[in-house]
T-cell receptor
């Protein structure tokens, strides 16, 4: 089954701790994306990667970091510098950076206590 | 104002048609998309329209595009309770997607 997976579905962390959210795809897509969703805010782009070993900041990158060491994996670290990290995080991928159609994972809900 | 705007809520009765409207400011996008998000889930691509088209129909879904007015709409015929979700309008921009805030569709039995 081809698809994009995120784990875990729910994540709880104490304030001040870094936390890494997983995103894996077996669609052989070059481009991957991380979005944050808050109620009534729609989706906001955190980081995106057009190809392995390359990534770019999105609109709200502060307090986040990413890596793209493998084509199929694009983990997102929420650092303690992120002021308001509690949110729903969505990962997506597309065939390449010129293709707008994106496929989304099921999301991870992060709650910082 | 926002790049892509949608009303936040829509309520319809089961069996009626739903029309979700969207306006955008930048007309350079080649494609415009509608995504559906069910509670607690990721986004699912529903349909899309190429910018040189003015209408696209796919079973119960009809997309209308008015390029002059920068207005996009999604019509769902014979709306069912399973259509209750948040619907996002978005436009493509240099490989990325610019999303509206989403319209929450509630379907009453």
């Amino acid at each position: 089954d081809g698809g994009i997976t995120q784990s875990p579905k729910y994540l709880f962390r104490k304030e001040g701790q870094n936390v890494t959210l997983s995103c894996e795809q077996n669609l052989n897509h070059d481009a991957m994306y991380w979005y944050r969703q808050d109620p009534g805010q729609g989706l906001r782009l955190i980081y995106y990667s057009q190809i392995v070993n390359d990534f770019q900041k999105g609109d709200i990158a502060e307090g986040y970091s990413v890596s793209r060491e493998k084509k199929e994996s694009f983990p997102l670290t929420v650092t303690s510098a992120q002021k308001n990290p509690t949110a729903f995080y969505l990962c997506a991928s597309s065939i390449d950076s010129n293709t707008n159609e994106q496929f989304f994972g099921p999301g991870t809900r992060l709650t910082v206590l | 104002g926002e790049d892509v705007e949608q009303s936040l809520f829509l309520s319809v009765r089961e069996g009626d048609s739903s029309v979700i409207n969207c306006t955008y400011t930048d007309s350079s996008s080649t494609y415009l998309y509608w995504y559906k998000q069910e509670p607690g889930a990721g986004l699912q691509l529903l349909t899309y329209i190429f910018s040189n088209m003015d209408m696209k129909q796919d079973q119960r879904l009809t997309v209308l595009l008015n390029k002059k007015d920068k207005h996009l709409s999604l019509r769902i015929a014979d709306t069912q309770t399973g259509d209750s979700a948040i619907y996002f309008c978005c436009r493509g921009s240099q490989g990325n997607l610019i999303f509206g805030k989403g319209t929450k569709l509630s379907v009453k039995p």
